[in-house]
């Protein structure tokens, strides 16, 4: 029989610990705010209520920091605890400074709507409102960010060791997931070098975060993939991939990125082709290590004994976040035009990998100092999150088959057809089913981490 290697973090020193714990409350909060502004969201658009609102476009000011909180501010954190947890007492620091200007740059985009209006401009990747306010607050956790990645990268993450044991692979791909971090840092600062100073609005906002979006999103699959070895080996899954192979994995992964260079030093930055090359780069590489690592976890979830109770959940995450990342997957491939077969992929991409860090969390929240989730009430809640994305996808999916175009909603929202009408009522059935099972996850992590009287 094929030797079973586990991918497991051993448990950090009580610093670290303490740390991964505050980036994970960082990222709780920003989906409780995003939540919460979800709710005045709705409340913006209803009738005799709206008019309460300061200003006119509250609705796309309030849209634009609801994405970003539960999205940027979301994903990051989540990989600053998994750093952090895989992080020794060496520039401590630099570590919690890290998470202050991290905290503190998201409370100000938090309460950005209410504190003067700017143009809200829905660029892709990282939309904005074009105001002070809101942009010291991106930038500030930017710098957090930043900080954190050179943490990740130098003496602070521990020693990967030698290669014979699934600890060494799996911090390899943490390491992976650092590099990306770390070139998403510089081509977002290059990007910005080089837009000339007579691009604004919009146009500025969109160039200058296409590049460093589109290789950001290494990051966020390769510590999906990290989650799930991590979550099939302490869930009873076989894991038979060699830690050598799996580092040349996790390296073919990462290796696409090296073409960053070549698009901005031969390419017109603010030319359709500098775009298109960005896009190709992710169709090309950002599946490169998912799809071994996904089928090798499948065939163990095939072949696993019967799960315990914790096992069932952390199976279900696996479950929905490996058919999601595949769906999504498929979709992008079959992009010919614009239209929500794009919304239908990333919508896909992005919640496999919410997903993976939502059980994630789940598993590692008694390890950082936290109470344990009810397990019945979490399985439940992933099988809501992840039937209701799949419905929200094939949903969105479909109307976009049939020429559904996307950014518009409301009037400007035309259903030409049948099969556009079903698609997008089957959108909103799934998308109604996973925000339920999303604020299903918020009170079993903020019940978890909430202080209880001994």
């Keep these: 029989m094929s030797k079973n290697y586990s991918y497991v973090l051993p448990e950090p020193d009580e610093e670290s610990r303490r740390l991964s714990a505050g980036w994970l409350i960082l990222g709780i909060s920003a989906l409780v705010a995003a939540g919460l502004l979800a709710i005045l969201l709705v409340m913006a658009r209803t009738p005799y209520i709206k008019d309460i609102f300061p200003w006119n476009n509250f609705f796309k000011t309030a849209m634009v920091v609801h994405v970003d909180l539960s999205v940027l501010m979301w994903f990051l954190p989540c990989a600053g605890m998994i750093w952090s947890y895989n992080s020794t007492r060496r520039h401590l620091k630099t570590g919690w400074v890290a998470l202050c200007l991290a905290s503190l740059g998201t409370a100000i985009v938090a309460v950005s709507p209410f504190l003067g209006s700017g143009e809200p ?6 939309p904005v409102i074009d105001s ?11 710098i957090g960010f930043t900080l954190l990645v050179m943490r990740s990268l130098s003496l602070g993450c521990s020693p990967i060791g030698p290669l014979k044991d699934g600890t060494a692979g799996l911090r390899i791909g943490i390491y992976t997931a650092s590099i990306s971090s770390i070139a998403a840092v510089g081509t977002l600062v290059w990007a910005y070098l080089l837009i000339p100073d007579s691009v604004q609005g919009w ?28 979550l099939a080996s302490v869930s009873g899954v076989r894991i038979t991939l060699s830690p050598r192979l799996t580092s040349l994995i996790f390296a073919l992964g990462v290796v696409t990125i090296l073409i960053t260079p070549y698009i901005y030093l031969s390419i017109d930055i603010m030319s359709v082709e500098s775009a298109v090359w960005f896009t190709r780069l992710m169709t090309a590489g950002g599946g490169l290590a998912a799809l071994p690592f996904g089928l090798v976890v499948i065939v163990g979830l095939y072949l696993a004994s019967p799960p315990s109770a914790q096992d069932r959940v952390l199976r279900v995450t696996l479950f929905y976040s490996l058919l999601l990342f595949g769906v999504g997957g498929v979709l992008g491939f079959m992009i010919r035009e614009s239209s929500t077969l794009i919304t239908a992929h990333y919508h896909g991409s992005n919640g496999a990998i919410t997903v993976a860090f939502m059980g994630l969390v789940y598993f590692l929240l008694p390890k950082i100092g936290f109470d344990k989730v009810q397990m019945r009430l979490a399985r439940i809640q992933l099988h809501a999150f992840g039937l209701g994305q799949l419905l929200h996808v094939l949903g969105l999916a479909w109307a976009g088959g049939y020429g559904m175009r996307r950014k518009i909603a409301g009037d400007g929202q035309s259903l030409d057809n049948f099969q556009q009408t079903a698609g997008m009522a089957i959108m909103g059935m799934g998308g109604l089913i996973a925000v339920i099972g999303g604020v299903l996850f918020l009170y079993l992590v903020v019940r978890a981490m909430w202080p209880r009287k001994k």
């Design 132 to 142: 002070p306010v809101f942009l010291t607050g991106m930038v500030l956790f930017g």
């Design 121 to 126: 401009l829905m660029n892709n990747y990282f």
């Design 203 to 230: 146009e500025y906002y969109e160039v200058l975060f296409w590049g460093s979006g589109h290789v950001l999103q290494f990051t966020h699959t390769l510590l999906m993939i990290v989650a799930w070895l991590w």
